[in-house]
């Protein structure tokens, strides 16, 4: 099946809700635990609105036929010293794992960046995702740090890494 990149649309709401929630459920390297998410529909299309309406912000999903297999939110700075930054949540369900989608997702922001002048983008990963920090790296992020203990998951303290990527702005 083929897997389609493309901005979210107000209509996405719902399949974005949906989307998330399986996501909360599937894996513990997403920073919700499943039961406290709790967006509707109303609160998703907000977010799509906000997002759509700023132009150092961008929301892209991945589809396969008519579902929501994945998504990336490159949310940017609000203000004037951070403008120029955007902070980036990515996730995809686990069936879709290892096949491309989240280079692509990556892909697609760090061509938009310099467009947008957006000059820095970062995110924050556990240190145990090794799948996740290898594409990273092979993309061109950066390991800026680790912020100790930064999560509590499934009664442990978990690590993350701070990671950058510089645009050419």
Known sequence: MSVLIRPA????????????RRLFAETAFMLWEPGEFTATAEDELLFIKRLASRPNSRLLLATSDAEVVGFLAAIGGERNRLRHSALLALGVTREWWSQGIASRLLAEVIAWAPSARVKRLELMVHTTNAKAIAVYRRLGFEVEGTRKCSLLVDGEYVDEYCMSYITGV
């Open 9 to 20: 649309e107000e209509s996405d709401a719902r399949p974005l809700v949906q989307l998330r």
